[in-house]
Nanobody
């Protein structure tokens, strides 16, 4: 079982950048495919990006493609989300999630979740 803690959120102006981090503990981090999801007030949790256990395969939601980059460092037990060209509609709580080996883009496929970090983009 892996425990996940996100950090790096904050308030940023539109067009700015943030880098989110998610650190895992309690289990071998390289065994897990990782995902980033987000949830805005009154909306369902939605897929943002995934990365496989080796870091060799990534996928992105259309809404963030070309602006966000997911990466991981298994030696540091961490996954990152570099967010550039931020828009007000990116405002949400961002959560990382883990599942055994292969990532997925559906929330119900993930067993382990962090508590999230707030990202607010002002116009």
């Amino acid at each position: 079982q892996v425990q996940l803690v996100e950090s790096g959120g904050g308030l940023v102006q539109a067009g700015g950048s943030l880098r989110l981090s998610c650190v895992g503990s309690g289990s071998t981090f390289s065994n897990y495919g990782m995902g980033w999801f987000r949830q805005a007030p009154g909306k369902e949790r939605e897929f943002v990006a995934t990365i496989d256990w080796r870091g060799g395969s990534t996928s992105y939601a259309d809404s963030v493609k070309g602006r966000f980059t997911i990466s991981r460092d298994n030696a540091a037990s961490a996954v990152y989300l570099q967010m550039n060209s931020l828009k007000p509609e990116d405002t949400a709580v961002y959560l990382c999630a883990a599942r055994w080996f292969q990532p997925a883009d559906k929330t119900y496929e993930y067993a382990y979740w962090g508590r999230g970090t707030q990202v607010t983009v002002s116009s």
